[in-house]
């Protein structure tokens, strides 16, 4: 049976998701992860897909959730609904932090914690070098195309200005525009259509 949401269906672009790549929701995704995010996509293969919730901030500094973590004037983000109680960073330092996986351009994923914790403690790492995540957003096999097949999500190309710049929770509509006209339709959707 069709949903009466149906008619609100825009297809999707066919662009194939990859690393380096942003998922931006339609607009009537639901869940309290998902609705209206951009997630950025960090490791993408046939056995899976890791990716960043970029514009779902939590409402207190990253010491409080990790008491060890020095003292460090950045906002924290909600990364998805896996492992919400481990922190996860993407950054532009590449090599200075061992374990570093490469993304795209200067971004990476990941990396020795303790090494973060002693350049941020020493002062040489900068708020708009790193964000950090509470938990992540992940797919097993298959599980992301089935979501692409249904229209959940549009795949499109970013740069590491856009991912690093100033996210909120309208970072959504800001991308959704990127996209191009043919989604304008989407930024005047409500967030629940039965409520207006």
């Keep these: 049976m069709a949903s009466n949401l149906d008619i609100f269906k825009i297809k999707t672009n066919n662009v194939a998701p990859?690393?380096?790549r942003i998922l931006i929701a339609e607009p009537f995704l639901s869940g309290n992860y998902f609705n209206r995010s951009v997630v950025l996509l960090v490791t993408y293969s046939e056995k899976g897909a890791v990716g960043f919730i970029l514009n779902k901030m939590v409402e207190f500094p990253i010491n409080e959730a990790f008491p060890d973590f020095p003292d460090f004037?950045?906002?924290?983000?909600?990364?998805?609904?896996?492992a919400t109680d481990s922190i996860y960073f993407i950054h532009k330092l590449g090599d200075r932090i061992p374990g570093s996986i490469h993304v795209m351009g200067n971004l990476y994923w990941g990396g020795d914690f303790e090494v973060i914790k002693r350049e941020i403690r020493l002062g040489t790492i900068d708020s708009?070098?790193?964000r950090f995540?509470?938990?992540?957003?992940?797919?097993?096999a298959g599980q992301l195309e089935e979501e692409l097949k249904d229209d959940s999500w549009l795949v499109t190309d970013v740069d590491q200005e856009s991912v690093m710049g100033e996210m909120d929770p309208n970072s959504w509509f800001r991308f959704v525009k990127r996209a191009g006209a043919r989604y304008s339709v989407w930024k005047n959707f409500p967030e629940n259509p039965s409520m207006n």
């Design 128 to 130: 708009s070098e790193i």
């Design 18 to 20: 990859q690393k380096g």
């Design 73 to 82: 004037d950045t906002q924290v983000y909600l990364g998805g609904p896996v």
């Design 133 to 140: 995540f509470l938990g992540y957003s992940g797919w097993d």
